[in-house]
């Protein structure tokens, strides 16, 4: 059974960068590919990115400037770092594992979430 | 704003079927996957691929696909179904991105 957990700082303040790291346990970290996604309060899901255990990232459009997805094999952690924030990144963060295929993905497991607040 | 979009909320009578449906250009090419969300809960995935559930998840729930439209039915709905229901899937952008659906508040009554 892989669980996972996140860890970070749950405020942060304006322009400064945001830092969260997922710790995977019960599973090889070769066998999902990584992914962040956050949720605003009252709002819906959205995908921020991915990490394979190789490297291979991939971020969404409009947060890619901002956003790097890392990854240590060796910890079996990986991370989020998302710079210069604002109170519009104020949500609570998740971290997933992921399976993707030609023809369907899914995420699956998730850790429990954590909420980071962007304010002064 | 989101590719995939839902019903903001859905009602059902106790015991009764519904059906959550998700629209996009993407879901002709490739299977959503559905998320059951409680509050203050992380979202669980719920039905994924053609029509597959993951162990733990009741029979109850499953999953269809037609053109550009997704569809997660309950059948025979149970008061601990009620919930938010997201649906995911690639973009049309045919980079690997990934979106979630707009959410569907979903209340038994």
């Known amino acids: 059974q892989v669980q996972l957990q996140e860890s970070g700082p749950g405020l942060v303040k304006p322009s400064e960068t945001l830092s969260l790291t997922c710790t995977v346990s019960?599973?090889?970290?070769?066998?999902?590919?990584w992914s962040w996604i956050r949720q605003p309060p009252g709002k819906g899901l959205e995908w921020i990115g991915y990490?394979?255990?190789?490297?291979?990232?991939n971020y969404t459009p409009s947060l890619k400037s901002r956003v790097t997805i890392s990854v240590d094999t060796s910890k079996n952690q990986f991370s989020l770092k998302l710079r210069s924030v604002t109170a519009a990144d104020t949500a609570v963060y998740y971290c997933?594992?992921?399976?993707?295929?030609?023809?369907?993905?899914?995420?699956?497991?998730w850790g429990q979430g954590t909420l980071v607040t962007v304010s002064s | 704003s989101s590719e995939l979009t839902q019903d903001p909320t859905v009602s059902v009578a106790l015991g009764q079927t519904v059906r959550i449906t998700c629209q996009g250009d993407?879901?002709?090419?490739?299977?959503a996957s559905w998320y059951q969300q409680k509050p203050g809960q992380a979202p669980v995935l719920v039905i994924y691929?053609?029509?597959h559930r993951p162990s733990g998840i009741p029979d109850r729930f499953s999953g269809s696909s037609s053109g550009n439209t997704a569809s997660l039915t309950i059948t025979g709905a149970q008061a601990e179904d009620e919930a938010d229901y997201y649906c995911n899937s690639r973009d049309s952008s045919g980079n690997n991105h990934y979106v979630f659906g707009t959410g569907t508040k979903v209340t038994v009554l």
């Open positions: 691929g053609k029509n």
């Open positions: 990490i394979y255990y190789t490297g291979s990232t």
């Open positions: 993407s879901l002709r090419s490739y299977y």
């Open positions: 997933a594992g992921a399976i993707f295929g030609e023809e369907a993905g899914w995420f699956d497991p």
């Open positions: 019960g599973d090889s970290i070769s066998s999902y590919y």
